[in-house]
């Protein structure tokens, strides 16, 4: 008899659910979508603040990588295809 693979969806939610998803727009009105921050770093008492830091950080080293510095953050908000 066959043996049957596992349900991949059910790995998939679980992947999922790791992560939290953000929006990000600049002063300048550029865009960044679903900016990735693990769940556990903002499932504590101060909410989604701690995105904030976070995807600042993520936007230093990636202008430090780069070359090319991203302006300052205006908004973050969970991005709704979660």
Do not use: C, H
């Not at 693979?5 to 009105?29: N, Q």
């Not at 504590?44 to 090319?68: F, N, T, V």
Request: avoid cysteine; aromatic fraction near 4%.
């Amino acid at each position: 008899m066959a043996r049957r693979k596992p349900d991949s969806g059910a790995r998939r939610k679980s992947a999922d659910t790791a992560f939290v998803l953000f929006d990000v727009i600049y002063e300048d009105g550029s865009r960044s979508s679903n900016r990735k921050i693990a769940r556990e770093e903002v499932e504590g008492l101060d909410g989604d603040a701690p995105a904030r830091w976070l995807i600042e950080a993520q936007d230093r080293k990636i202008a430090e990588l780069s070359g090319r510095p991203r302006g300052p953050i205006k908004t973050i908000v969970r991005s709704p295809n979660q």
